[in-house]
């Protein structure tokens, strides 16, 4: 047991690296949940915009149809593995009835027979292959297999829990039982995550929660299968800043449903130093600093600002009146954007 463990801390920890380069690396888009791309294939969607394609793929929430093939079928049948403690009877030979727990390496040892490779196999697959090496030494021999405790059906849960790590499970694991079960850190609302991913094999998905759970999705509560990472994003990693002229500068969460307006909204709205029609500018941090212009009364137009994409780390400020130059909002947001720190900024 201790081994297989350690072997599976070891996959495990590979994949943490991993996970937490593709969180840091390429942060999902916020309005993508609204208008996913059609050519999602389930693992990450190439971005049309020129910046995105030098930088690589980026992830995107995954469409519900991606997550309806990802979900096991409610009716699959487990199959064993290691760590699993298993009852093979014998019908008619009660004495060679056995206990045995899988090894790391997919076995269990029968006396005569020796070692039996029964892991990834159902349990009836397991009987028959038992009876087929066993028949060399006895006649007419059947067997049947129990599950006495399901070692391997875990799932591990990482980031933003109370309580990382392994979550055992005597039944088809669920997503918000995961979750429950590591302990959500508290949100400021109350609410569970907006977002979790899961990490199962060289397949990685965003799964877009609090949108699935408003919408009463059964995919809120997506069946998993045993050795997926699911991963809870830290709350400070969904975050844009607001700056400038605002009534409440600083960050802002950015939710599945967040627009340039609301974002605003959640600031207090313009001070009364911005003037009647500031040109906002916002600093896109995942693409290299790139910064983009809207006329604030653009905004109010139907469906105004809805192409505008935020991404977390970005940056939105808002110059006092007159001061609408890009080179000036620059010049102010050159030596924050080299320290990483926006602090002075935010309180103007």
């Known amino acids: 047991m201790n081994c297989s463990r350690h072997k599976y801390f070891v996959t495990i920890s590979r994949s943490i690296v991993f996970m937490c380069w593709i969180v840091s690396a390429r942060p999902a888009q916020a309005g993508s949940a609204r208008t996913p791309s059609n050519d999602f294939t389930g693992i990450a969607a190439q971005s049309g915009d020129a910046a995105h394609n030098s930088a690589g793929p980026k992830l ?8 309806r093939k990802f979900e096991p079928a409610p009716d699959e049948e487990y199959t064993l593995g290691a760590g699993d403690e298993i009852s093979i009877q014998f019908p008619g030979r009660p004495e060679l009835a056995s206990r045995n727990v899988i090894g790391p390496d997919g076995r269990i040892t029968l006396p005569l027979a020796g070692p039996i490779k029964i892991a990834d196999l159902t349990r ?3 009987a028959k292959e038992i009876s087929a090496t066993l028949s060399t030494y006895y006649t007419n021999l059947s067997a049947t297999v129990q599950v006495e405790k ?21 039944q088809t694991p669920t997503l918000l039982e995961v979750l429950s079960r590591g302990g959500i850190e508290t949100r400021p609302d109350g609410n569970v995550p907006e977002q ?16 699935l759970l408003v919408s009463g999705s059964p995919l809120a509560d997506l069946r998993l299968r045993r050795n997926d990472v699911v991963f809870v994003p830290a709350l400070s990693a969904r975050m844009v800043t607001v700056m400038g002229q605002v009534q409440h500068a600083g960050q802002i969460p950015l939710r599945h449903d967040s627009t340039l307006s609301s974002v605003l909204g959640e600031a207090g709205g313009l001070s009364d130093g911005a003037g009647g029609n500031p040109e906002l500018q916002i600093v896109h941090r995942s693409k290299g600093d790139k910064t983009q212009n809207i006329k604030f009364k653009d905004l109010l137009k139907p469906n105004g600002g809805m192409e505008i994409s935020l991404y977390p780390g970005d940056i939105i400020y808002i110059p006092k009146s007159g ?26």
């Open 323 to 348: 001061l609408v130059k890009v080179g000036f909002v620059m010049q102010q947001l050159a030596p924050f954007l080299t320290m990483g720190s926006f602090a002075a900024l935010a309180v103007h």
């Open 60 to 67: 995107e929430l995954s469409p519900i149809e991606t997550l």
């Open 196 to 211: 979790c991913v899961i990490y199962r094999g060289d397949q990685v998905f965003w799964v877009d929660l609090q949108q």
């Open 124 to 126: 009836d697959a397991a």
């Open 150 to 170: 399901y070692g391997s059906n875990h799932v591990v849960v990482l980031g933003s829990v109370k309580n990382p790590g392994i979550v055992n499970f005597d």
